[in-house]
C-alpha cells in the first residue's frame, strides 16, 4: 500500500466558529481566513447577535478587521442569529432576506460561553420563529446540550435528544438542523438514522482526544471545552461517522479564542482555540485510521451540499510534513495557548 504524501482537495469550509469582536477580532480571523473559503460564525457576543440588523453589522466589522489584517482574502462570513425566547417570526424573515444570515443558532440558557441568553424553552417560547425558519429554509443550529443541573454533564448530549430533539423535529419535520459539535455514540445514532434533513459538524478535538487528555498530568485547562470531551468509546464513534461516508457530517471546528488568563483561573472559561491549525489536525485523525480519501467529503463537500452552496473553486495542499504547534500566540496584549501546543502533527499545509 502505497503512503499518501500529499493531498490536494477544495479549500474547505468552517460550519462552526468563533470569531469574538474588537481586538479579538482583528487577532484571530486571518487563521480562519488562511484555512478556509467559508465559516459559519457564531453569534454569542456580548451583547448577543439577535437580529438581522445586527448580523449586517457585525458582518461588516467581520469584513474591515479581515481588510485590516488579511488584505486581498476572499473569505466569506456566513452569519447566524441566536435565538430568544423573544424571536419574532418577523425577526427571521428579515435574517432570511438580509443576504448575509445563514442559520440561527439554538443555545439553552447557560450551556456554554455567553450563553445566559439563550432559549429557556424552545418548544414553549420559539414555535413561531421555528415556523418562520421552516418556510424560509434557514436552518436551526442547535448546541446539543440540557442545562437541567440533575442531569450529569457527560449525559447532557443524549438527554437533550430524548427531551429537545425528537419532540421539536417531531413538531417542525421540515425545519433543517445542524447538530453542532457532535460529541458521542448516540448523537452518531441519531443523526445517522433520523429522518428529514438534518447535518452535524464534528470538531478536531472530538476526533482526536478523549476525556484523558483534559487530566494528563493534572488539569489542563486548554483541553477544556463545552461540550467537554468523552470517552473514547464516543471519539471511535465520532471517528466512524466523519471518515465514514456519509454527507451527513462536515467540518465544524468551534475554534473558541480565549486568552490564556481566562482559561487559567478559578473557573476559566469553556473552548479549545484550533483555527490555526485545523486543517492539520483533521488530516491527522483522518490519516490515524486510514481514510485520508474521505477527507475532501467532510471538510470540503458535505457542508456545501447540507447548506445549498457550492464547493469552493479553489484548493488547499496538505503535505505529510512536520507541523509543530507554537506554545502561544500573541493575541493583543494578551496570549492565546492553542489546542496541543508544543506537540508535533505529521502534516502540514504547503499551500492555501
Known amino acids: 500500500m502505497t503512503l499518501t504524501t500529499t493531498l490536494t482537495i477544495p479549500r474547505p469550509d468552517d460550519w ?33 447577535v439577535t437580529t438581522a440588523e445586527q448580523a449586517v453589522a457585525y458582518h461588516q466589522r467581520i ?24 424571536t419574532t417570526a418577523e425577526e427571521i424573515r428579515r435574517a432570511s432576506e438580509s443576504g448575509v444570515v445563514y442559520g440561527v443558532k439554538l443555545y439553552p440558557a447557560g450551556a456554554t460561553t ?5 432559549v429557556t424553552d424552545v418548544l414553549r417560547y420559539c414555535g413561531a420563529a421555528l415556523e418562520a425558519m421552516q418556510e424560509c429554509g434557514l436552518p436551526l443550529l442547535v ?32 425545519l433543517k438542523v445542524v447538530f453542532e459539535h457532535l460529541t458521542t455514540a448516540e448523537g452518531v445514532a441519531y443523526v445517522s438514522e433520523a429522518e428529514g434533513d ?41 471517528v466512524e461517522a466523519a471518515t465514514g461516508g456519509s ?28 483555527a490555526l491549525h485545523a486543517m492539520e489536525l483533521y488530516a491527522e485523525a483522518f490519516d490515524a485510521v486510514g481514510r485520508l480519501d474521505q477527507l475532501q467529503a467532510f471538510a470540503s463537500e458535505n457542508g456545501p451540499a447540507f447548506y445549498g452552496l457550492p464547493v ?13 504547534i507554537p506554545d502561544q500566540l500573541q493575541l493583543g496584549d494578551e496570549v492565546l495557548v492553542p489546542l496541543a501546543n508544543g506537540r508535533k502533527l505529521a502534516w502540514s499545509i504547503v499551500k492555501a
Open 143 to 174: 448546541h446539543g446540550e440540557v442545562t437541567d443541573p440533575s442531569v450529569d454533564l457527560f449525559d447532557r448530549e443524549a438527554v437533550f435528544i430524548d427531551r429537545i430533539m425528537i419532540p421539536l423535529r417531531k413538531q417542525f419535520p421540515a
Open 312 to 324: 469552493n473553486q479553489d484548493t488547499i495542499t496538505l503535505q505529510r510534513q512536520e507541523f509543530e
Open 16 to 48: 462552526h466558529v468563533h470569531l469574538r469582536d474588537g481586538s479579538i477580532l482583528e487577532a484571530v480571523v486571518g487563521h480562519t481566513a488562511a484555512q478556509f473559503g467559508r465559516a459559519i460564525v457564531m453569534p454569542n457576543l456580548t451583547p448577543p
Open 198 to 238: 438534518i447535518g452535524a459538524t464534528i470538531t478536531p478535538q472530538h476526533l482526536l482526544y478523549n476525556r484523558n487528555a483534559i487530566f494528563s498530568g493534572g488539569l489542563r485547562p486548554h483541553w477544556y471545552c463545552l461540550p467537554v470531551l468523552k470517552r473514547e468509546k464516543h471519539r471511535l464513534a465520532l
Open 114 to 118: 455567553n450563553s445566559d441568553a439563550g
Open 247 to 274: 454527507k451527513r457530517f462536515f467540518l465544524g471546528t468551534d475554534s473558541a479564542p480565549h486568552v490564556k488568563g481566562r482559561k487559567e483561573q478559578d473557573c476559566g472559561c469553556a473552548g479549545c482555540y484550533t
Open 63 to 86: 469584513l474591515n478587521a479581515l481588510h485590516k489584517t488579511a488584505p486581498g482574502s476572499q473569505f466569506k462570513p456566513l452569519m447566524t442569529l441566536y435565538l430568544t425566547n423573544n
